[in-house]
């Protein structure tokens, strides 16, 4: 049972690189989310998907992109890396929006 | 912004103990959650109580919901070092097609 996979675990990238977080589930969930976990600050949400070929906005989007081709996968892209996005990234699956939600154990990147 | 709002923030008690940990929220919800953190790991769903519910038990975890003060608790009895986590409540704003909410965090250290 393999759950949510996130990868990479670990990312240091410079100021103006872009890259992909990965996340992919096994649980056949139609719903889909990033959030960004910063001290003090709890989860903040970044985009979620309600099923394959549908995203929307979460509370803090700015420099985030998201896709969701296909109901397993669900990409994280960062567009132009900035010091501000130095934390730690989770994805989380869900059956259904209103029930229990899976996590990963997270991507915890570091922009210099 | 965050739903959800955790209090203590931090709290440190001695094995065998009970822990009082308290969440306030601020829209109508379907359902409120708790979850577990530990550290540099994804969180991981505990326990869900539902708007018509009061009070919830599972082992050693007892919630409660208060609807009128939008207000939860959860009580972990008779604590034990592995205990030792983040917990947090998450609601999910009325809507059963949004992911869930977070609020900050009770970081709970358990003393052996």
């Known amino acids: 049972n393999a759950g949510v996979t996130q990868t990479p675990k670990f990312q240091v990238l410079k100021t103006g690189q872009s890259m992909t977080l990965q996340c992919a589930q096994d649980?056949?969930?139609?719903?889909m989310s990033w959030y960004r976990q910063d001290p003090g600050m709890g989860l903040r949400l970044i985009h979620y998907?309600?099923?394959?070929?549908?995203?929307d906005q979460g509370e803090v989007p700015n420099g985030y992109n998201v896709s969701r081709s296909t109901t397993e996968d669900f990409p994280l892209r960062l567009l132009s890396a900035a010091p501000s996005q130095t934390s730690v990234y989770f994805c989380?699956?869900?059956?259904?929006?209103?029930?229990?939600?899976?996590f990963g154990d997270g991507t915890r990147l570091s922009i210099l | 912004s965050q739903q959800g709002e955790e209090d203590p923030q931090a709290l440190s008690i001695q094995e065998g103990e009970n822990a009082t940990m308290n969440c306030s929220y601020k829209t109508s919800i379907n359902n409120l959650q708790w979850y577990r953190q530990n550290s540099g790991r994804g969180l991981v769903h505990l326990i869900l109580i539902r708007s018509n519910e009061r009070e919830k038990h599972s082992g050693r975890l007892r919630v409660t919901l208060d609807t009128s003060k939008k207000s939860s608790s959860l009580l972990i009895t008779a604590s034990r070092a592995a205990d030792t986590a983040s917990y947090f409540c998450?609601?999910?704003?009325?809507?059963?097609?949004?992911?869930?909410?977070f609020g900050k965090g009770t970081r709970l250290s358990v003393i052996a």
């Open positions: 998450a609601t999910d704003g009325g809507s059963g097609n949004t992911p869930l909410v």
């Open positions: 998907s309600v099923g394959a070929g549908i995203t």
């Open positions: 989380a699956s869900s059956l259904t929006g209103g029930g229990l939600w899976y």
């Open positions: 649980m056949n969930h139609e719903y």
